[in-house]
């Protein structure tokens, strides 16, 4: 059943600055193909491009349009690894599981960048990225995760002092940062939507407006909409917190394991004749060391897109740029006043360990979700081991499949002990 509408809200600068989308009809019914996908966000789409490409029959049903949940209102920031540091996996799983995570993180780098050269997904992708301390402790994590990094071989990372920051970012908040070349920042409505168009053009259907009211398990399982059913051989769950959140009886061994948590982004009006260069002197992602993060870059029409705020109970505040704003002007004072002309909202799924969940609910029901922030990336390399698992190869889909996922304690009441979560790490983000 049903709990609620879908907490994605207001119309993203992303939305409103792209041109129309092509429309693909619902899905109404029966239908019979090789691989039935949910979900119409970087994880479905990167399953049914693969796919498709591989020859099979594969239809996609999207509750909304494509790229409404997560994939088309995000931060944009693409960023290596995980959501926690390698430091933290390393001493959790041992080195050299870390090592081998980080060797699947940088294939999902290289997967995007080839899927957008591949297809000529026009989506400004644009590499440079700084991780900015604001107390020395988080200098000194930084500096570890470097160093181990550096040690997996990964060479793209730079100390800055807080002269150099500041050379770049025009904020007296950090006191130095960690740049990485190899992260970095794109448009993801458009990104999601050149997926779409090369899955399309590989040959997968896609419906839209079809909300999957029912899964159903057996010899050849279906996912049901209310005028439609759609049977395969295979079916994906890649609904990630929009399905958590919308049908949490639909799967609910993932329900217990994802908590979908609001966050919030805006995007100020153009900055006038000097443009970025006053905040932003060059064009690169950032984002603080804290675990509640602020983040910002720019856009090419001159405007600073910011976002923070995560709010373990899913409601995202009904004034997101009143709540943004105090944020945004503790970074760039000069900016308090700042007209905002676009404001939103929208989910992440989150586990408990912030890795990833990919497994199967059944031999022929697979499911990957839960990127924990990290999904830009992730997702998309998620939907290339979906798509191997149903083509049966299954090495990097096991190597994710094997992590062990605990349920959040508190069961359908977890949201309060989440709560009490979030309270926690802004303390320690005091420390
Ligand atoms: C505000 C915000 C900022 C973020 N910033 C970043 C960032 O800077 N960098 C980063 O890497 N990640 C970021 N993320 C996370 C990232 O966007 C996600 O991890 C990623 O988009 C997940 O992709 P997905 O395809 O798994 O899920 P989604 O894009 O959420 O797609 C799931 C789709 O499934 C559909 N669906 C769900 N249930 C049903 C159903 N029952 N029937 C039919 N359809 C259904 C939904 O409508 C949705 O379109 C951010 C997320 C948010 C919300």
Redesign the pocket.
Known sequence: M?RSS?R?EGLSWYAASASPAPLHPPLAGDHDTDVAI?????????AALELAGRGYRVAL???????????????????TGFNPPFTSLAARHGVAEARALFELAEAGKKLLRERIARHAIACDLTWGFACAALKPRQLRELADEAALLQRFGYDALAPWSEAELRAVVRSERYIGAWYDAGSG?LN?LSY?RGLARAATAAGARLFER????RLEAGKRPA?V?ADGRLTADFVLL??????????PD?APHLTRRIMPV????VATAPLGPAGLAPYLARDI?V?DANHILD?FRGTPDGRLLF?GLARYSGRAPRDVAGALRPRLARVFPALAAVPIEHQ??????ITRDRLPYIGRLAPNILF??G?????????GL??ALLAEAVSGTLERFDRLARLRHAPFPGGPFKTPILVAAMLYYRLRDML
């Open positions: 049903k879908a994605s949910l979900g119409a966000g970087y994880t479905g789409l990167g049903v999207e509750g909304a349009r494509v790229g409404d949940g997560a994939s088309g209102r995000n931060g944009g920031q693409l960023i920042h993801p999601v079809s909300p999957v009211v996912l909409t890649c609904g990630n917190a929009y399905l958590i959140e919308g049908w639909l609001a966050s919030a982004m992602a984002a983040y976002g939103w909202s929208g989910l992440v799924a990957a979700l990127y924990s922030g990290h999904g830009i990336i992730l997702a998620a939907g």
